[in-house]
């Protein structure tokens, strides 16, 4: 599956964002979705994963009440709203294709099999 994240932006502190990515192929439904980012310097860090069925979702302890993922599998679509951003979300975010993470598995990149590009988002105090 070929992913395709788009949405990233400038921001100011406590404005939102609503990243999206696009997947490719008529098997986005048997995939578990997550979201990662990477600051400069820094490695890749969980921010949010979805359940193929978009009934489980898992978040790191940074976004929970601030960021909520969801999908949309007639469109082969991930999501993901971010309210209330601050300086410390500035990065590029990722997301990523699991076929069988579950539970806190689903929090290790080294779970996915596919990533999409990445799109920059920078908030600014």
């Known amino acids: 599956v070929q992913l395709q994240a788009s949405g990233g932006g400038l921001v100011q502190a406590g404005g939102y964002l609503r990243l999206s990515c696009a997947a490719s192929g008529r098997t986005f439904s048997r995939y578990n979705m997550g979201w990662f980012h990477q600051a400069p310097g820094e490695e890749r860090e969980f921010v949010a994963a979805?359940?193929?069925?978009?009934?489980?979702?898992y978040y790191a302890d940074s976004v929970k009440g601030r960021f909520t993922i969801s999908r949309d599998n007639a469109k082969n679509t991930v999501y993901l709203q971010m309210n209330s951003l601050n300086p410390e979300d500035t990065a590029v975010y990722y997301c990523?294709?699991?076929?069988?993470?579950?539970?806190?598995?689903?929090?290790?990149?080294?779970?996915?099999?596919?990533w999409g590009q990445g799109t920059q988002v920078t908030v600014s105090s």
């Open positions: 990523a294709a699991s076929q069988g993470c579950s539970g806190y598995g689903c929090y290790g990149a080294y779970n996915y099999n596919y």
């Open positions: 979805i359940h193929r069925s978009g009934g489980v979702t």
